[in-house]
């Protein structure tokens, strides 16, 4: 007869890995809602597109994303405040 | 009781690291709005939406609407239209290379064009006149075959003792013709000959 403690600990260790995947997967499901849009941003703005992978790490991703929109040059140019639109080429 | 403080503890621990991190997000993202031509309050009032009842949905929802619409700063990149200088006229056509073809060297100098399709290098007397002549012991009589076509020289071995080498790489009869416009310098038997225009 098999022990009971050890069938309990090997259903507890299968669930908590069948709740793990889904928690993986639903990250990975909403980590595509930011990184897509974050991967034409990023684009955008001159930089690499995969940098949006960074939205794949837990809790700080978006934040490394937002960091380097907000303190970087961007390498396809910023607007520049004051000029009307259109005028920019102008000399 | 001690659970109760615990719990608090941790909760408003957790309730500073949410504020510092809203207002942090709200800082960068009024600074990337900014730098892509619109508002800053715009990226600020997205980050303030988390706060509220609605949730993360409509700043989701924003995200996008901010990744595919047109920037203001993509519109001051643009040149205006009155007063932008006209854009410059295409280049014209190349014109043909009508120029001929010479080989120098050993003591001769040989000029030819493409008004024949083949000439004959040779080193005994000319028999016809596409024939150029190379008055040397080591070049064959024939020794190798110019071929002009479409502004290109090609330059096909006969098979003489004496070899055939374009720039220094042998050229046998089984290569067949070889394109020489290119090259600097053909050698027949011991003779170099530099190939120029002309």
Redesign the interface.
Known sequence: MPDVGSWLLGWAIAAGSAVLFVIVIVHLLLSLLLIIPSWRILARAGYAGALSLFHLVPVIGSFIVMAILAFGDWPAGEARHGAPQGEGERR | MAELTALAGLFGLSGAFALV?AV??G???W??V????LPGWAGLGAIALTLTGIGTVVP?VL??V???MR???D???????A??PRPLAPPAKALPDRRGWRLEGGGVSLAFDESAPIYRLTGGPAAEPTDLVVPDPSVGKPHARLLTAANRLGLEDLGSPGGTYIDGARLLPEHGPRDISAVRSIRLGSVELVLCRV
């Not at chain 2, 519109?75 to 239209?81: D, L, S, V």
Request: aromatic share 16%; glycine share 14%.
């Open positions: 991190g942090l997000a800082w960068m993202a600074r990337i900014e730098k892509a031509g989701l995200l996008w901010f990744a595919f920037w203001p700063r519109e001051q990149g643009m040149p205006a239209t007063g932008a």
